[in-house]
């Protein structure tokens, strides 16, 4: 089990970029998968981007794709994610989850992640 504290969230206005950070403290940070997902209120949780245990893949979520960029450090247990031209219609609460994993697997499925964060806002104004 770890723990993860997210933070980076604010306001900007579309067009504008975040970049949003996420510690992971606990044992073995670098045996976990960890990636970004989002919930906008009256919506399900979904993935954002994701990244393997070494940070040698990543995934992306097809309306993210070009404009968000994933990054880890296991040196110091963080987790980035870069966003740049963002829309209203990314405005949500941002969670970092993780699960561990044997292999460098990554999942964009929110029910495959054992540990989260307790979210930051971000939102962006029409």
């Known amino acids: 089990q770890v723990q993860l504290v997210e933070s980076g969230g604010g306001l900007v206005q579309a067009g504008g970029s975040l970049r949003l950070s996420c510690a992971i403290s606990g044992r073995s940070v670098s045996n976990y998968a960890a990636g970004w997902f989002r919930q906008a209120p009256g919506k399900q949780r979904e993935i954002v981007a994701a990244i393997s245990r070494s940070g040698g893949n990543a995934v992306y979520a097809d309306s993210m794709r070009g404009r968000a960029t994933i990054s880890r450090d296991n040196a110091k247990n963080t987790v980035l994610l870069q966003m740049n031209s963002l829309k209203p219609e990314d405005t949500a609460v941002y969670y970092c989850?993780?699960?561990?994993?044997?292999?460098?697997?990554?999942?964009?499925?929110?029910?495959?992640?054992?540990?989260w964060g307790q979210g930051t806002q971000v939102t962006v104004p029409s």
């Open positions: 989850g993780a699960v561990a994993v044997g292999s460098e697997r990554v999942s964009t499925m929110p029910a495959a992640y054992t540990d």
